[in-house]
């Protein structure tokens, strides 16, 4: 009876994670996993982490991670029905296995639910209930203790009723997580390469490739000898913390950092080319180069449409134009079934083309263009623009320069 009830004891004071009975609602779920305790001491970095993509891991950023997933589930796309083979009739027939490839990173805490909770989740994201999506996100809990432990069999799992980061300190204020405990790999870039890596190709029904940021990092910025983590360039400095920055809803903060961390570079040449003896042809050439300094591949694929644009723009004097031109910097997926460019991390197996910017590898450009004979100034327009989706953009640089074919 005395054990029995200590038994009790110790299951009230301290909350049950991944153990035990699973979840039965999406509402009990929250609760296993509610955060909202950690604002009363930590109100700052809980305010960043409101502002950041891990808030709103089943909506995304501009609502495509919502969008994609609902694709995925309905079996949208005709050439890309994923799900066709997998007992997948209607929206019903959903369970956790089916969403497991996008959950262990978007929503890890649905494994400890049951399969009645997952189809609650998946009918959420396709009607886009956001009431739902809202409530169901990584936040505390999940970096600092379900996933703060990578190495299991040395380290073990993740305690019930502690808070695991870079100190362990002991004592912890909080009734439902009484203890902190040191974790060394949180301080380190495979902590968050445990999501920003890919594609899942093994331990998954259906891999998924969302990014491959930690891949890139390991094998583009590296090697040049940097030694700079994804925790400093993402979490300690000005504007940085627990918001994770780039917020790309938040378009002022993606524009500073983009112009930080982007360089263009533009140069400009009029003459008349002389292909013989007697003739003449009047033209501009543009060269520009475009340098990143950013860790890893920029951008990375997630939502899939990501890209940065290099426009170039040449008019006369009185503003009509001469050329357009576009090149395009962003890596291109193949399915594994055939040579098509595919978006969507459902779709996306590998890669077919990668034209992203890379670390410290300047990307440059040549563009010649021919003049009709009475023109001989015209003005050159170069525009280093991010486009995160169609209609949505931002330019992160823009050189005008006047070109002159006279001295």
Same mark, same amino acid.
């Given at each position: 009876?005395?054990?029995?009830?200590?038994?009790?004891?110790?299951?009230?004071?301290?909350?049950?994670?991944?153990?035990g009975?699973?979840?039965?609602?999406?509402?009990?779920?929250v609760?296993?996993?509610?955060?909202?305790?950690c604002?009363?001491?930590?109100?700052?970095?809980h305010?960043?982490?409101?502002?950041?993509?891990?808030?709103?891991?089943?909506?995304g950023?501009?609502?495509?991670?919502?969008?994609?997933?609902?694709?995925?589930?309905?079996?949208?796309?005709?050439?890309?029905k994923?799900?066709?083979?997998s007992?997948?009739?209607?929206?019903?027939?959903?369970q956790?296995?089916?969403?497991?490839?996008?959950?262990?990173?978007?929503?890890?805490?649905?494994?400890d639910a049951?399969?009645?909770?997952?189809?609650?989740v998946?009918?959420?994201?396709?009607?886009?209930?956001?009431?739902?999506?809202?409530?169901?996100?990584i936040?505390?809990?999940?970096?600092?203790?379900?996933?703060?432990?990578?190495?299991?069999?040395?380290?073990?799992?993740?305690?019930?009723?502690?808070?695991?980061?870079?100190?362990?300190?002991?004592?912890?204020?909080?009734?439902?997580?009484?203890?902190?405990k040191?974790s060394n790999i949180?301080?380190?870039?495979a902590?968050c390469?445990?999501?920003h890596?890919?594609?899942?190709l093994i331990?998954?029904?259906?891999? #998924?490739?969302?990014?491959? $940021?930690?891949? *890139?990092?390991?094998?583009? =910025?590296v090697?040049?000898? +940097?030694?700079?983590t994804?925790?400093d360039?993402?979490?300690?400095?000005e504007?940085?913390g627990?918001?994770?920055?780039?917020?790309?809803?938040?378009e002022?903060?993606?524009?500073?950092r983009?112009k930080?961390?982007?360089?263009?570079?533009?140069?400009?040449l009029?003459?008349?080319f002389?292909?013989t003896?007697?003739?003449?042809?009047?033209?501009?050439?543009?060269?520009?180069?475009?340098t990143?300094?950013?860790?890893h591949?920029?951008p990375?694929?997630?939502?899939?449409?990501?890209?940065?644009?290099?426009d170039v723009?040449?008019?006369?004097?009185?503003?009509?134009?001469?050329?357009?031109?576009q090149?395009?910097? #962003?890596?291109?997926?193949? $399915?594994?079934? *055939?040579?098509?460019?595919? =978006?969507?991390?459902?779709? +996306?197996?590998?890669l077919?083309?990668?034209?992203?910017?890379?670390?410290?590898?300047?990307?440059?450009?040549?563009?010649e263009?021919?003049?009709?004979?009475?023109?001989?100034?015209?003005?050159?327009?170069?525009k280093?623009?991010?486009?995160?989706?169609?209609?949505?953009?931002?330019?992160?640089?823009?050189?005008t320069?006047?070109v002159s074919?006279d001295?």
């Amino acid at each position: 009876m005395i054990a029995q009830i200590v038994l009790l004891a110790v299951l009230l004071i301290v909350p049950s994670l991944s153990y035990g009975e699973k979840a039965a609602s999406i509402d009990e779920l929250v609760k296993r996993y509610d955060s909202t305790s950690c604002k009363q001491c930590h109100a700052e970095i809980h305010t960043q982490w409101e502002r950041s993509h891990h808030h709103k891991t089943l909506i995304g950023t501009k609502g495509r991670t919502a969008s994609t997933w609902a694709a995925y589930l309905t079996l949208a796309l005709p050439e890309d029905k994923v799900l066709k083979k997998s007992g997948v009739k209607d929206i019903k027939d959903v369970q956790f296995r089916h969403m497991k490839p996008c959950t262990v990173c978007h929503l890890p805490q649905l494994e400890d639910a049951t399969d009645e909770v997952a189809n609650e989740v998946a009918k959420a994201i396709v009607n886009n209930d956001t009431k739902i999506l809202e409530k169901l996100s990584i936040n505390c809990i999940i970096c600092h203790n379900k996933r703060a432990i990578v190495r299991h069999f040395r380290d073990g799992d993740p305690e019930k009723g502690v808070i695991y980061g870079p100190r362990g300190i002991g004592a912890h204020g909080d009734k439902g997580f009484p203890t902190a405990k040191k974790s060394n790999i949180m301080t380190d870039p495979a902590f968050c390469g445990q999501c920003h890596s890919g594609p899942n190709l093994i331990g998954f029904d259906e891999p #998924m490739y969302c990014v491959s $940021n930690f891949d *890139s990092y390991l094998h583009g =910025y590296v090697p040049l000898g +940097k030694t700079e983590t994804c925790q400093d360039c993402h979490m300690r400095g000005e504007n940085l913390g627990h918001s994770f920055p780039p917020v790309y809803d938040d378009e002022k903060l993606t524009v500073e950092r983009l112009k930080k961390w982007i360089d263009l570079e533009v140069s400009t040449l009029g003459y008349e080319f002389r292909p013989t003896v007697q003739s003449l042809v009047p033209g501009v050439v543009i060269k520009t180069k475009v340098t990143s300094r950013i860790g890893h591949r920029y951008p990375d694929g997630c939502p899939s449409p990501n890209r940065v644009t290099l426009d170039v723009l040449v008019r006369d004097a009185g503003g009509k134009e001469l050329f357009k031109d576009q090149k395009i910097y #962003m890596p291109q997926s193949g $399915n594994g079934y *055939s040579q098509a460019m595919v =978006y969507g991390a459902f779709a +996306k197996l590998g890669l077919l083309r990668d034209t992203s910017l890379q670390p410290f590898m300047p990307a440059q450009e040549t563009f010649e263009i021919k003049l009709p004979e009475e023109v001989r100034k015209v003005v050159a327009e170069v525009k280093l623009v991010f486009r995160h989706l169609p209609g949505d953009e931002v330019v992160i640089h823009k050189v005008t320069r006047e070109v002159s074919l006279d001295r």
